[in-house]
């Protein structure tokens, strides 16, 4: 039961440490989970939900692009996808414990993702129709 508690107050801490990272559905879902095992689909699922809204907000915005615009809006996306396949990996290796893979891998992931969604929200609001 200890490395439970452990784990959850590590959540806890790292939900904190991120304010507005963690969203309701990932809160619950922890809340009613005990094991690694449901943690890691708890954290699947949040880095799911990112992704969609990353994804819906990369096709608005690059809707609204055009010529050179486009092209290095597309080469920075690229560039940005390779850096998050690599951001937070340090967390999955093993070396922090099931607790780094399961808990802080995908806050970890969740947080680089949402902030290129902000990211492209901004550039959205400046290419985009005024």
Same mark, same amino acid.
């Given at each position: 039961m200890r490395p439970m508690i452990l784990a959850a107050g590590a959540a806890l801490s790292w939900a904190?440490?991120?304010?507005?990272l963690a969203d309701p559905a990932y809160d619950a879902c922890i809340g009613a989970s005990n094991d690694n095992a449901s943690w890691s689909r708890c954290g699947a699922d949040l880095i799911?939900?990112?992704?969609?809204?990353l994804n819906a907000t990369w096709k608005k915005v690059y809707g609204l692009t055009s010529g050179r615009t486009?092209? !290095?809006l597309l080469a920075e996306q690229r560039a940005w996808i390779?850096?998050?396949?690599? $951001?937070?990996?340090f967390y999955a290796?093993? !070396?922090?414990?099931?607790?780094?893979?399961v808990l802080s891998y995908p806050m970890?992931? $969740?947080q680089v993702i949402g902030d290129r969604?902000?990211?492209?929200?901004a550039i959205g609001s400046q290419?985009?129709?005024?």
């Open positions: 904190m440490a991120a304010p507005g799911k939900r990112e992704d969609d809204r486009r092209t !290095d390779s850096f998050k396949d690599k $951001a937070c990996r290796n093993g !070396d922090q414990g099931r607790e780094g893979q970890c992931q $969740a969604t902000r990211q492209l929200e290419i985009g129709p005024r």
